[in-house]
Protein backbone atom coordinates (compact mmCIF):
# COMPACT_ATOMS: atom_id res chain seq x y z
CA UNK A 1 0.00 0.00 0.00
CA UNK A 2 1.82 3.99 -1.16
CA UNK A 3 1.73 6.07 1.65
CA UNK A 4 0.56 9.59 1.44
CA UNK A 5 4.05 12.11 2.57
CA UNK A 6 3.84 15.62 3.61
CA UNK A 7 7.13 17.94 3.21
CA UNK A 8 8.04 20.95 5.06
CA UNK A 9 10.70 21.98 2.70
CA UNK A 10 12.23 24.42 4.45
CA UNK A 11 14.88 26.76 3.69
CA UNK A 12 16.75 25.59 7.09
CA UNK A 13 15.03 22.36 8.10
CA UNK A 14 13.27 19.75 6.20
CA UNK A 15 10.34 17.78 7.76
CA UNK A 16 8.42 14.85 6.58
CA UNK A 17 4.84 13.68 7.86
CA UNK A 18 3.52 10.39 7.15
CA UNK A 19 0.02 9.95 7.10
CA UNK A 20 -0.75 7.46 10.45
CA UNK A 21 2.89 8.27 12.14
CA UNK A 22 3.09 11.84 12.39
CA UNK A 23 6.61 13.56 11.91
CA UNK A 24 9.30 10.76 11.47
CA UNK A 25 12.35 13.34 10.09
CA UNK A 26 13.23 16.21 10.85
CA UNK A 27 17.10 16.89 9.34
CA UNK A 28 18.58 20.34 7.89
CA UNK A 29 18.39 20.99 4.60
CA UNK A 30 21.88 20.72 4.00
CA UNK A 31 23.71 18.49 1.35
CA UNK A 32 27.13 17.72 1.42
CA UNK A 33 28.98 17.04 -2.37
CA UNK A 34 32.50 16.15 -3.32
CA UNK A 35 33.57 18.61 -5.34
CA UNK A 36 35.88 16.43 -7.73
CA UNK A 37 32.97 13.90 -8.56
CA UNK A 38 30.12 15.63 -8.01
CA UNK A 39 28.88 12.39 -5.40
CA UNK A 40 26.57 13.17 -2.94
CA UNK A 41 28.34 12.01 0.32
CA UNK A 42 26.06 13.33 3.32
CA UNK A 43 22.33 14.79 3.52
CA UNK A 44 21.05 16.47 6.09
CA UNK A 45 22.24 16.39 9.94
CA UNK A 46 25.68 14.41 8.99
CA UNK A 47 26.34 16.93 6.17
CA UNK A 48 25.22 20.28 8.51
CA UNK A 49 28.28 18.81 10.74
CA UNK A 50 30.28 19.82 7.80
CA UNK A 51 29.74 23.22 7.50
CA UNK A 52 32.58 25.93 7.68
CA UNK A 53 34.53 22.66 8.22
CA UNK A 54 35.29 20.32 5.42
CA UNK A 55 38.41 20.04 3.57
CA UNK A 56 39.05 21.66 0.03
CA UNK A 57 37.48 18.88 -1.60
CA UNK A 58 34.01 18.51 0.07
CA UNK A 59 31.57 21.15 -0.13
CA UNK A 60 28.35 21.60 2.52
CA UNK A 61 25.70 23.14 0.22
CA UNK A 62 21.94 24.97 1.05
CA UNK A 63 20.38 23.55 -2.02
CA UNK A 64 17.26 26.23 -1.31
CA UNK A 65 17.59 30.23 -0.67
CA UNK A 66 14.49 32.55 0.68
CA UNK A 67 12.20 29.44 0.24
CA UNK A 68 12.53 28.25 -3.36
CA UNK A 69 14.95 25.67 -4.70
CA UNK A 70 18.28 27.33 -5.66
CA UNK A 71 20.11 23.98 -6.45
CA UNK A 72 17.68 21.65 -8.65
CA UNK A 73 19.70 18.49 -8.65
CA UNK A 74 20.90 18.43 -5.23
CA UNK A 75 17.23 19.24 -3.65
CA UNK A 76 16.40 16.10 -5.93
CA UNK A 77 18.68 14.28 -4.70
CA UNK A 78 17.72 16.04 -0.72
CA UNK A 79 14.14 14.62 -1.41
CA UNK A 80 14.86 11.13 -2.68
CA UNK A 81 16.84 10.58 0.36
CA UNK A 82 14.65 11.60 2.55
CA UNK A 83 11.32 9.65 0.72
CA UNK A 84 13.43 6.30 0.62
CA UNK A 85 14.62 6.45 3.99
CA UNK A 86 10.78 6.84 5.00
CA UNK A 87 9.29 4.38 2.25
CA UNK A 88 12.33 1.96 1.24
CA UNK A 89 13.93 1.78 -2.49
CA UNK A 90 10.37 -0.43 -3.37
CA UNK A 91 9.78 0.82 -7.19
CA UNK A 92 6.01 -0.43 -6.78
CA UNK A 93 4.87 1.70 -3.77
CA UNK A 94 5.22 5.00 -4.62
CA UNK A 95 4.16 7.65 -1.91
CA UNK A 96 1.80 10.27 -2.74
CA UNK A 97 3.18 13.52 -2.01
CA UNK A 98 1.86 17.29 -0.39
CA UNK A 99 4.77 19.86 -0.73
CA UNK A 100 4.52 22.76 1.31
CA UNK A 101 5.74 26.60 -0.50
CA UNK A 102 5.43 30.24 0.15
CA UNK A 103 2.89 31.70 -1.03
CA UNK A 104 4.54 33.87 -3.25
CA UNK A 105 6.18 31.33 -5.34
CA UNK A 106 5.83 31.91 -9.00
CA UNK A 107 4.30 29.10 -11.55
CA UNK A 108 8.09 28.50 -12.54
CA UNK A 109 9.55 27.84 -8.86
CA UNK A 110 6.10 25.76 -8.25
CA UNK A 111 6.55 23.33 -11.45
CA UNK A 112 10.43 23.12 -10.09
CA UNK A 113 9.18 21.67 -6.48
CA UNK A 114 6.71 19.45 -8.31
CA UNK A 115 9.44 18.12 -10.88
CA UNK A 116 12.29 17.19 -8.10
CA UNK A 117 9.39 15.23 -5.94
CA UNK A 118 8.81 13.72 -9.19
CA UNK A 119 11.87 12.80 -9.96
CA UNK A 120 12.90 11.85 -6.45
CA UNK A 121 10.15 9.07 -6.47
CA UNK A 122 6.23 10.43 -6.30
CA UNK A 123 3.55 9.15 -7.49
CA UNK A 124 1.71 12.30 -8.01
CA UNK A 125 2.53 15.84 -6.19
CA UNK A 126 0.64 18.25 -4.22
CA UNK A 127 1.64 21.94 -3.71
CA UNK A 128 0.36 23.71 -0.29
CA UNK A 129 0.91 27.37 0.61
CA UNK A 130 2.80 27.43 3.79
CA UNK A 131 0.51 29.95 5.63
CA UNK A 132 -2.61 27.81 4.83
CA UNK A 133 -0.50 24.84 6.07
CA UNK A 134 0.65 26.44 9.42
CA UNK A 135 -2.79 27.32 9.91
CA UNK A 136 -4.47 24.30 9.66
CA UNK A 137 -0.97 22.58 11.61
CA UNK A 138 -1.44 25.25 14.27
CA UNK A 139 -5.25 24.08 14.89
CA UNK A 140 -7.21 27.20 13.54
CA UNK A 141 -10.73 26.98 12.09
CA UNK A 142 -9.82 27.83 8.34
CA UNK A 143 -13.03 26.97 7.11
CA UNK A 144 -15.53 28.90 9.40
CA UNK A 145 -16.29 32.27 7.56
CA UNK A 146 -14.23 34.25 10.12
CA UNK A 147 -10.58 35.88 10.39
CA UNK A 148 -7.67 34.03 11.00
CA UNK A 149 -4.20 35.66 10.86
CA UNK A 150 -0.87 33.47 10.79
CA UNK A 151 2.88 34.78 10.39
CA UNK A 152 5.24 31.90 9.56
CA UNK A 153 8.80 32.94 9.42
CA UNK A 154 10.82 30.41 8.33
CA UNK A 155 14.42 29.82 7.55
CA UNK A 156 13.72 32.22 4.00
CA UNK A 157 10.85 33.78 4.26
CA UNK A 158 8.09 35.21 5.89
CA UNK A 159 4.63 34.34 4.90
CA UNK A 160 1.82 36.91 6.75
CA UNK A 161 -2.03 35.43 6.14
CA UNK A 162 -5.39 36.68 6.69
CA UNK A 163 -7.29 33.34 6.05
CA UNK A 164 -11.11 32.57 5.76
CA UNK A 165 -13.39 30.05 4.72
CA UNK A 166 -10.53 27.71 3.43
CA UNK A 167 -8.73 30.65 1.37
CA UNK A 168 -5.86 33.11 1.74
CA UNK A 169 -8.16 36.55 1.60
CA UNK A 170 -4.93 38.54 1.83
CA UNK A 171 -1.43 37.56 2.25
CA UNK A 172 2.05 38.25 1.40
CA UNK A 173 5.87 36.61 1.33
CA UNK A 174 8.63 38.44 2.73
CA UNK A 175 12.13 37.06 1.83
CA UNK A 176 13.31 37.84 5.55
CA UNK A 177 13.58 35.44 7.95
CA UNK A 178 15.50 32.90 10.24
CA UNK A 179 18.39 33.24 8.00
CA UNK A 180 18.44 37.25 7.56
CA UNK A 181 18.10 36.77 11.77
CA UNK A 182 21.83 35.18 11.46
CA UNK A 183 23.40 37.03 8.90
CA UNK A 184 22.48 40.05 10.71
CA UNK A 185 23.77 39.01 13.87
CA UNK A 186 27.16 38.19 12.49
CA UNK A 187 27.63 41.65 10.19
CA UNK A 188 26.59 43.38 13.73
CA UNK A 189 29.72 41.36 15.24
CA UNK A 190 32.40 41.56 12.42
CA UNK A 191 31.42 45.26 12.28
CA UNK A 192 31.55 45.93 16.71
CA UNK A 193 34.21 43.69 17.06
CA UNK A 194 36.17 42.82 13.66
CA UNK A 195 35.50 39.38 14.32
CA UNK A 196 34.40 36.92 12.18
CA UNK A 197 31.94 34.13 13.25
CA UNK A 198 30.01 30.87 11.06
CA UNK A 199 26.59 31.09 10.11
CA UNK A 200 26.22 28.03 12.71
CA UNK A 201 27.77 30.09 15.27
CA UNK A 202 25.55 33.43 14.29
CA UNK A 203 22.47 31.13 14.43
CA UNK A 204 23.73 29.62 18.03
CA UNK A 205 23.97 33.62 18.97
CA UNK A 206 20.41 33.95 17.88
CA UNK A 207 18.76 31.21 19.50
CA UNK A 208 21.03 31.87 23.16
CA UNK A 209 21.16 35.68 23.23
CA UNK A 210 19.09 37.19 20.69
CA UNK A 211 15.53 39.21 21.03
CA UNK A 212 13.57 41.41 19.39
CA UNK A 213 11.91 43.19 22.12
CA UNK A 214 13.97 45.73 23.95
CA UNK A 215 12.83 45.03 27.38
CA UNK A 216 13.65 41.62 27.96
CA UNK A 217 15.86 40.06 31.04
CA UNK A 218 19.55 40.65 30.00
CA UNK A 219 21.35 37.67 29.21
CA UNK A 220 25.28 37.20 27.94
CA UNK A 221 27.33 34.68 26.03
CA UNK A 222 30.76 33.79 25.05
CA UNK A 223 31.60 34.15 21.32
CA UNK A 224 34.49 32.56 19.60
CA UNK A 225 35.46 33.68 16.13
CA UNK A 226 38.53 34.59 13.75
CA UNK A 227 39.73 38.17 14.81
CA UNK A 228 40.24 39.85 11.03
CA UNK A 229 43.38 42.47 12.41
CA UNK A 230 45.47 39.52 13.45
CA UNK A 231 43.85 36.23 11.77
CA UNK A 232 43.95 34.37 15.31
CA UNK A 233 41.09 33.22 17.16
CA UNK A 234 39.33 35.13 19.68
CA UNK A 235 36.71 35.01 22.24
CA UNK A 236 34.27 37.98 23.71
CA UNK A 237 31.18 38.55 25.40
CA UNK A 238 27.86 39.07 23.37
CA UNK A 239 24.85 40.51 25.28
CA UNK A 240 21.15 40.25 24.53
CA UNK A 241 21.32 44.21 24.33
CA UNK A 242 23.70 43.97 21.53
CA UNK A 243 21.81 40.97 19.60
CA UNK A 244 18.23 43.34 19.96
CA UNK A 245 20.45 46.41 18.27
CA UNK A 246 21.96 43.38 15.66
CA UNK A 247 18.20 42.16 14.46
CA UNK A 248 16.26 45.70 14.53
CA UNK A 249 16.56 45.50 10.73
CA UNK A 250 15.23 42.20 9.81
CA UNK A 251 12.76 42.13 12.38
CA UNK A 252 11.39 45.96 11.55
CA UNK A 253 10.75 44.38 8.25
CA UNK A 254 8.92 41.42 9.65
CA UNK A 255 6.69 44.01 11.32
CA UNK A 256 6.02 45.99 8.75
CA UNK A 257 4.53 43.71 6.68
CA UNK A 258 2.53 42.02 9.26
CA UNK A 259 1.08 46.03 9.57
CA UNK A 260 0.89 45.94 5.57
CA UNK A 261 -1.09 42.50 5.64
CA UNK A 262 -3.60 44.13 8.17
CA UNK A 263 -3.99 47.32 6.68
CA UNK A 264 -5.29 45.58 3.61
CA UNK A 265 -7.87 43.55 5.61
CA UNK A 266 -11.31 43.71 5.08
CA UNK A 267 -13.21 45.61 8.37
CA UNK A 268 -15.00 42.38 9.49
CA UNK A 269 -12.44 39.93 9.38
CA UNK A 270 -10.02 42.71 11.13
CA UNK A 271 -12.23 42.75 13.77
CA UNK A 272 -11.85 38.81 14.00
CA UNK A 273 -8.47 39.08 14.08
CA UNK A 274 -8.36 41.63 17.13
CA UNK A 275 -10.48 39.43 19.15
CA UNK A 276 -8.87 35.90 18.60
CA UNK A 277 -5.15 37.52 17.87
CA UNK A 278 -2.10 36.63 15.14
CA UNK A 279 -0.54 32.91 15.31
CA UNK A 280 2.95 32.95 14.95
CA UNK A 281 4.63 30.00 13.39
CA UNK A 282 7.77 28.81 11.98
CA UNK A 283 11.54 28.75 13.59
CA UNK A 284 11.46 32.36 13.56
CA UNK A 285 8.24 32.07 15.83
CA UNK A 286 10.78 31.54 18.78
CA UNK A 287 13.17 34.35 18.94
CA UNK A 288 12.83 36.15 21.93
CA UNK A 289 10.13 38.92 22.05
CA UNK A 290 8.69 39.02 19.11
CA UNK A 291 5.28 38.48 19.99
CA UNK A 292 5.13 41.24 22.41
CA UNK A 293 6.38 43.86 19.80
CA UNK A 294 4.25 42.72 17.36
CA UNK A 295 1.57 42.87 19.31
CA UNK A 296 2.39 46.78 20.55
CA UNK A 297 3.14 47.47 17.19
CA UNK A 298 -0.53 46.44 15.95
CA UNK A 299 -2.28 48.26 18.76
CA UNK A 300 -2.72 45.91 21.28
CA UNK A 301 -3.61 42.48 18.88
CA UNK A 302 -3.05 39.67 21.20
CA UNK A 303 0.02 37.55 19.26
CA UNK A 304 0.22 34.05 20.19
CA UNK A 305 3.18 31.39 19.53
CA UNK A 306 2.05 28.10 18.24
CA UNK A 307 2.42 25.08 20.53
CA UNK A 308 5.94 23.32 18.50
CA UNK A 309 5.61 26.56 15.81
CA UNK A 310 8.44 24.89 14.06
CA UNK A 311 6.22 21.62 13.18
CA UNK A 312 3.25 23.51 12.28
CA UNK A 313 3.59 23.45 8.92
CA UNK A 314 4.41 19.79 8.42
CA UNK A 315 1.98 19.03 10.67
CA UNK A 316 -0.99 21.03 8.34
CA UNK A 317 0.61 19.51 5.45
CA UNK A 318 -0.09 16.04 6.99
CA UNK A 319 -3.67 17.03 8.16
CA UNK A 320 -4.48 17.99 4.89
CA UNK A 321 -3.60 14.15 4.15
CA UNK A 322 -5.81 13.15 6.39
CA UNK A 323 -8.91 15.05 5.50
CA UNK A 324 -8.49 17.76 8.43
CA UNK A 325 -8.93 21.23 7.11
CA UNK A 326 -11.36 20.79 4.59
CA UNK A 327 -9.20 21.00 1.95
CA UNK A 328 -8.63 16.94 1.57
CA UNK A 329 -11.34 17.00 -1.13
CA UNK A 330 -9.71 18.95 -3.62
CA UNK A 331 -5.77 18.31 -2.69
CA UNK A 332 -5.12 15.96 -5.56
CA UNK A 333 -6.98 18.14 -8.22
CA UNK A 334 -3.53 20.48 -8.26
CA UNK A 335 -1.09 17.31 -8.90
CA UNK A 336 0.14 18.85 -11.95
CA UNK A 337 -0.02 22.38 -10.85
Known amino acids: MALDIGIDLGTATILVYVRGRGIVVREPSVVAVSTDSGQILAVGEEARQMIGRTPGHIQAVRPLREGVIADY ?44 ALEAGAKQVCIIEEPMAAAIGAGLPIAEPSGNMVVDIGGGTSDVAVISLGGIVVGESLRVAGDKFDEATARHIRKVYNLMV ?47 QALQEPVSAVVDCVKGVLEKTPPELAADIFEKGIILTGGGALLRGLDRLLSDETGGIPVFVADDPQSCVALGTGRVLEGVGGLSSTIWASKTG
Request: charged residues 30%; contains cysteine.
Open 73 to 116: DHTRAMLQHFIRKVCGRSRFFKPRVAVSVPASVTSVERRAVRDA
Open 198 to 244: GERTAEEIKLQVGTAYRHTPHLEMEVKGRDLMTGLPRIITYSSEEAF
